[in-house]
């Protein structure tokens, strides 16, 4: 199978829910495969990595959609993603990035702690008294999703009753972000892009009457105070992608991550009983079973990656999960180990683009896993978990489960000062 045969099985509905065999065939043209004129696949980490972080490669601007994607203007949601920090390159990625960025620094994150252990607990409750008599749950729409909207949500200054709506209209967007849609799947991105953008411009609106201490209000004063720091296309932009960015990512890692564990008992409870482990099983998910498994960039000069010429105006499709599964990388690769050394896992990015909110992500993981883990010892899948048709944002639509008896020897909660560790 050639490298054009492969994508083209990788953008199926076979491929897109489980990549990982395809990856292979990609891998077998080596770290940089060519699929077409301009156009080519990355499997290996170090180039990934270095390509990621390489100024003449960026993120597609207005002047190549024009060219690639004639009529983009017309689309609410490819408009909507094009004005955020998301796909802009520099300077103006940089501008919109650091009036966001004090909302996420590591100080600032890890005060979250608390408050993420607490609605970690609240929702394990919820789900042992709804799970009591042996009813099946969703992990997903029971606890993947509520705890990390409920974070982001608190940072934005969303009030806790509209968090349900927002599922549905993110789910709507990001089909946006995948790399091949249908203008029947477009149009539903653009509907989830209008409610999204028409809630945020009535939040807006809200703190400008009343303004409060949040990141909305923050985005907002800095627009009223100039215009040039923040547009008004831009600060809707941008609030949306927050909102989505900021729970997307981590309800999937939280479903992938949980499944992957209940198939590792003996690693399970190995982080059952040793919440300090929780940093690197974390990172070794999110390397194993990568909740972003792609990414894009455009070559503005030549360059040479993988011993293929990459002339300007080259279109790269980086394959996060393949480079996460790189054997040059990591050993054993398709091998579930939380004690590997040196996990440095893609699945964020890396360079200008390196997620914002990677180490909330983080947070939340770190605490979740180990408490889901000890409160509820009998835990365990209760069918066929569901994926969704995506390949960018790989998760599960519906995760049945059991909850089973919660321990009456654990606490409730994972120890405020429980410290990464290496197992």
Not at 60 to 86: C, K
Not at 192 to 209: I, K, P, Q
Not at 236 to 243: G, K
């Amino acid at each position: 199978m050639d490298a054009a045969d492969a994508l083209a099985l990788l953008m199926s509905p076979q491929g897109r829910i489980d990549p990982y065999p395809t990856y292979e065939r990609l891998r077998a043209h080596g770290p940089v495969a060519q699929a077409g004129p301009v156009f080519y696949a990355v499997t290996g980490y170090a180039e990934a990595d270095e390509i990621l972080r390489d100024p003449r490669f960026g993120v597609m601007d207005d002047e190549l959609r024009d060219q690639f994607l004639p009529g983009w203007r017309d689309s609410a949601a490819v408009r909507s993603i094009s004005r955020s920090m998301l796909r802009t390159n520099p300077p103006d990625h940089s501008r919109m990035r650091r009036l966001a960025a004090g909302a996420f620094t590591p100080r600032r994150i890890a005060a979250m702690r608390d408050v993420v252990v607490a609605q970690a607990d609240e929702l394990i409750d919820r789900m042992r008294d709804r799970g009591r008599d042996g009813a099946p749950l969703d992990f997903m729409a029971d606890f993947a999703y509520p705890l990390p909207v409920g974070v982001i949500c608190a940072l934005l200054g969303v009030p806790a009753a509209d968090r349900p709506l927002f599922r549905r209209w993110a789910t709507d967007l990001t089909g946006v972000l995948e790399p091949e849609i249908t203008p029947e799947e477009l149009a539903v991105a653009d509907r989830g892009a209008t409610e999204l953008s028409d809630y945020f411009a009535e939040l807006v609106a809200a703190r400008r009457r009343a303004p409060a201490d949040d990141l909305t209000t923050a985005l907002v004063q800095a627009h009223d105070a100039d215009g040039a720091r923040l547009s008004g296309d831009e600060l809707l932009a941008n609030l949306v992608v927050l909102l989505v960015a900021g729970f997307e990512t981590t309800t999937n890692l939280l479903g992938n991550g949980l499944v992957v564990l209940l198939e590792h008992p003996r690693a399970a409870d190995a982080l059952r009983g040793h919440p300090e482990f929780a940093a690197d099983y974390v990172d070794e998910l999110l390397r194993y079973d990568s909740p972003v498994q792609l990414t894009s960039r455009m070559s503005t000069a030549p360059s040479r990656y993988g011993g293929v010429d990459l002339p300007a105006g080259s279109w790269l499709i980086l394959l996060l999960g393949a480079a996460n599964r790189d054997p040059r990388r990591y050993p054993e690769p398709h091998r579930f180990d939380p004690w590997r050394p040196q996990i440095h896992p893609l699945s964020f990015g890396a360079g200008p683009h390196y997620c914002l909110g990677a180490g909330l992500a983080r947070l939340e993981a770190q605490v979740a896993f180990p408490q889901l883990l000890r409160r509820l010892p009998g835990l365990a899948l209760a069918g066929e978990p569901e994926r969704r048709v995506r390949l960018t944002l790989r998760g599960y639509a519906t995760l049945p489960v059991t909850v089973g008896e919660e321990s009456p020897l654990t606490d409730r909660g994972t120890p405020a000062g429980a410290a990464p560790g290496t197992p």
